[in-house]
């Protein structure tokens, strides 16, 4: 698995769940993130250099645990790459056209909103209504999760949102939102892409007969390109257990 | 003029005030933005060159609207460069040891206040109080000043601070929130570094013998390296005055 930064780590999450036997490799590129903003070749060259690490370490199979990473070079990993390729946006967007009965909302960073790589792909079967929240990742990575401001900021971005019955959340990190997100949203089906992420995984490891099925519990291996002085409180607060990363 | 963003506009906007008649020319790096996590040689590097952009516009003064740039690459400047170079930093210093009684406060990004040289420069005269506040960035440009989400932030933030009787805002988004944090923080001394800085620079003008004092209003070039979709949304935020930008 591997992400531009700490919001992959849901992902890692969700496997965990729903592979418990699998090991897992986890490299976050902190030094070069964030990669919203950065131009689509550049992207390109840098998720190409994270999965050839993480193939050098004999895996199975690579996550693309980063929207901005999957949008842009997802095709050219899939072509590249020995073991198949699973990024977050398509199984997020099955799962939402699974349950959704009228209007589909999706909430992203300014990137992938403007990008408008989920209303494409979501609009040929419902009405799809996009925002924006740049505040949600930085309120997430200040673990600001239940903070009366929040309360404020969630209602403030979603109160547009009165229509949809089901919310796609499009960015690692917004599911540590989901407890406020669903308090304020009432009886709105969320999709949460790492969950959807995993189920894909679990789906195709199944297919090609590679699903470890043992019962010792898998191990993670973390690496970072940086070390910022808060890493360790970041590694808890999205993976869900104190794990320590390795810097290369 | 020039910053890794738009922050910098505060300072060319306490500079029209300051002084009036000038001709101001502002460089924006948003394509390499945030300058915060970036290696110091980096940073210098990029110094340089948007420096260099500058000094091909006949600049007779260069002033670093950033406080990471600031840190790093002022004193390379001011060898490199045959105008003289301010900073952000020293100046809102002197301001706020020209006015503190006991103890002051620092308030700026993480980055910033890790890296110590606020405390390092202003301890040697007061007590300091050192707090990081990653929020109050994504909250300004998001041009939530004054919302309910962000009076809560500010007091999550500031409330430690009970001793200080001067609060020096490290960073150049920040005076956009004084309002807000004066209310908070009642019978404080706010620094704005924007306004030190101006200030600086028409002390320095004026010992040069180079100060425009001509009655007519000085002219504003903006120059950015990227052109995200809400740029002139943020350009009149900051800068106060409707002014589009050109792309280099």
Redesign the interface.
């Given at each position: 698995v591997f992400d531009s930064g700490v919001g992959g780590l849901t992902v890692v999450r969700a496997l965990r769940r729903q592979l418990p036997a699998e090991d897992i490799i986890y490299l976050g590129d902190l030094a070069r993130l964030p990669y919203g903003?950065k131009s689509a070749e550049t992207v390109r060259r840098y998720s190409l250099e994270n999965a050839q690490f993480l193939c050098q370490q004999q895996v199975k199979l690579v996550v693309v645990a980063c929207h901005t990473a999957t949008a842009w070079s997802l095709q050219l990993l899939q072509e590249r790459l020995d073991v198949p390729v699973v990024g977050v946006i398509q199984p997020a967007i099955e799962s939402a056209l699974a349950v959704a009965r009228k209007a589909i909302g999706v909430i992203a960073t300014?990137g992938t909103i403007?990008s408008g790589v989920f209303q494409e792909r979501l609009k040929q079967y419902h009405p799809v209504q996009a925002i924006a929240c740049?505040?949600f990742v930085?309120?997430v990575?200040?673990g600001?999760l239940d903070?009366?401001?929040?309360r404020?900021?969630v209602r403030?971005y979603l109160e547009p949102l009165q229509q949809v019955d089901t919310l796609l959340l499009g960015c690692t990190h917004y599911p540590l939102l989901s407890a406020t997100i669903a308090q304020l949203m009432g009886d709105v089906q969320l999709i949460d892409p790492a969950i959807s992420c995993a189920q894909a995984v679990a789906r195709l490891l199944t297919e090609l007969g590679q699903q470890n099925g043992g019962a010792s519990k898998g191990t993670v291996r973390l690496y970072t390109t940086?070390r910022?002085?808060?890493l360790n409180q970041l590694i808890e607060r999205f993976l869900g257990e104190p794990i320590s990363a390795e810097l290369i």
């Open positions: 903003d300014r403007s740049p505040l930085p309120l990575e200040e600001l903070h009366a401001a929040t404020d900021i403030h940086d910022p002085p808060h």
